[in-house]
T-cell receptor, first 113, second 115 residues
Framework: ETGVTQSPTHLIKTRGQQVTLRCSSQSGHNTVSWYQQALGQGPQFIFQYYREEENGRGNFPPRFSGLQFPNYSSELNVNALELDDSALYLC????????????FGPGTRLTVL | AQSVAQPEDQVNVAEGNPLTVKCTYSVSGNPYLFWYVQYPNRGLQFLLKYITGDNLVKGSYGFEAEFNKSQTSFHLKKPSALVSDSALYFCAVRVPMDSNYQLIWGAGTKLIIKP
C-alpha cells in the first residue's frame, strides 16, 4: 500500500448536486495531483497542488476546484454535477511533481444519476 | 501533439511464457516514462520509470522495460508471466505544463495470463 488514502470509497449523487472528495497524502509528500478515470480509459489530469497552491490544471471546467491544506491533504470539489462526471477519481501524492514518482490512493467511485 | 499510445487493448499470455506490453510516445525533449498497474477496483501502483541512463529499467514484481529512443517506445516486459500478473497496465509520459509538468496516460492494456 502507498499510504495515500481517499474518502469516501463510493458515492452516489444526482445531477446538479455538489460533491467533495478527500485525499490524504503519503507522509512527507507536498504535491497532490487529481485525476479522473472514466470506465475503460486512462486517467485524465484534473489539477495539481503544491504547498497549498494550484500549480497546474488540465482541460477541466471551473466547476472542478480543489484545495490543499497545510498538512498537504487535499479536496476535490465538483459543482453542478453532470452524468459524464461519473468516474473513478484518483489522487496521487509525490515529493516533487514531474520528477518524483506519483503514488496513488485507491480512488473514489462517483456515480451521478 | 504530445501523446502516449498503447496499441493493444488486450494481451493474452500463457503462464510461464514471456510477456510484452507495448507503449509508444510522442513528446518534445527527453521523455520521462512510467509504467503503472491497476487491479480491479484499486488505484494505480507504480512499477518502474525511465528518466535517464541505462535503456533497460528494472522494476517491481520482476517487471522490466526497455527504452528505445529511435522507435520512441517503452515496452514493458517480464521473462515469465504469473497468473497474478493479470491486471490493467498503463504507460505514462511526463509533459510540460505551464511552469511545471504533468503526466499524460495511455488508454491501458488489459493483460490476461492463462494457467
Amino acid at each position: 500500500e502507498t499510504g495515500v488514502t481517499q474518502s469516501p470509497t463510493h458515492l452516489i449523487k444526482t445531477r446538479g448536486q455538489q460533491v467533495t472528495l478527500r485525499c490524504s497524502s503519503q507522509s512527507g509528500h507536498n504535491t497532490v495531483s487529481w485525476y479522473q478515470q472514466a470506465l475503460g480509459q486512462g486517467p485524465q489530469f484534473i489539477f495539481q497542488y503544491y504547498r497549498e497552491e494550484e500549480n497546474g490544471r488540465g482541460n477541466f471546467p471551473p466547476r472542478f476546484s480543489g484545495l490543499q491544506f497545510p498538512n498537504y491533504s487535499s479536496e476535490l470539489n465538483v459543482n453542478a454535477l453532470e452524468l459524464d462526471d461519473s468516474a473513478l477519481y484518483l489522487c496521487a501524492s509525490s515529493l516533487l511533481a514531474g520528477v518524483d514518482t506519483q503514488y496513488f490512493g485507491p480512488g473514489t467511485r462517483l456515480t451521478v444519476l | 501533439a504530445q501523446s502516449v499510445a498503447q496499441p493493444e487493448d488486450q494481451v493474452n499470455v500463457a503462464e510461464g511464457n514471456p510477456l510484452t506490453v507495448k507503449c509508444t510516445y510522442s513528446v518534445s525533449g527527453n521523455p520521462y516514462l512510467f509504467w503503472y498497474v491497476q487491479y480491479p477496483n484499486r488505484g494505480l501502483q507504480f512499477l518502474l520509470k525511465y528518466i535517464t541512463g541505462d535503456n533497460l529499467v528494472k522494476g517491481s514484481y520482476g517487471f522490466e522495460a526497455e527504452f528505445n529512443k529511435s522507435q520512441t517506445s517503452f515496452h514493458l516486459k517480464k521473462p515469465s508471466a504469473l497468473v497474478s500478473d493479470s491486471a490493467l497496465y498503463f504507460c505514462a509520459v511526463r509533459v510540460p505544463m505551464d511552469s511545471n509538468y504533468q503526466l499524460i496516460w495511455g488508454a491501458g492494456t488489459k493483460l490476461i495470463i492463462k494457467p
